[in-house]
C-alpha cells in the first residue's frame, strides 16, 4: 500500500493550494479517506474526511475554507484549500481507513506567511 501526498508549498496567508494524494496497492473506493496535519509542537489532527458515499466532514477551523474530494477512477484523493490562514501551516498526511486496516502517506509541508 503506498499513499503519496504532494501538492504542497509556501503561499502567503490567504491564498490557495490543492494538495493531491495519489494511493496504489488498495481498493481506492472501499477506503475512508482523510486528510491529517501536524503543526510544529502539536499534535496530529483530523482536518478533513470522505467517505465512501462521499460525505464530507471537516475540522471546524477549516469548515467554509477547505474542500476534500476523491477521484475513484484515479485512485487520487485531494483538498482544496482556500484563504489559508498562518496556523493552517503544517504537515499534511493522507490516511486511509477500511475496517481494521490503515495506512499513512509521507506528508506534504505546508507553509504559510502572514
Known amino acids: 500500500v503506498q499513499l503519496q501526498a504532494f501538492g504542497g508549498g509556501l503561499v502567503q496567508a490567504g491564498g490557495s493550494l490543492r494538495l493531491s494524494c495519489a494511493a496504489s496497492?488498495?481498493?481506492?473506493?472501499?477506503?475512508?479517506m482523510n486528510w491529517y496535519r501536524q503543526a510544529p509542537g502539536k499534535q496530529r489532527e483530523l482536518v478533513a474526511t470522505?467517505?465512501?458515499?462521499?460525505?464530507?466532514t471537516y475540522a471546524a477551523s477549516v469548515k467554509g475554507r477547505f474542500t476534500i474530494s476523491r477521484d475513484n477512477a484515479k485512485h487520487t484523493l485531494f483538498l482544496q484549500m482556500n484563504s489559508l490562514k498562518p496556523e493552517d501551516t503544517g504537515v499534511y498526511y493522507c490516511?486511509?481507513?477500511?475496517?481494521?486496516?490503515?495506512?499513512w502517506g509521507q506528508g506534504t509541508l505546508v507553509t504559510v506567511s502572514s
Open positions: 490516511h486511509r481507513l477500511r475496517g481494521a486496516f490503515e495506512s
Open positions: 496497492g488498495i481498493i481506492f473506493s472501499l477506503n475512508t
Open positions: 470522505i467517505a465512501l458515499d462521499g460525505t464530507t
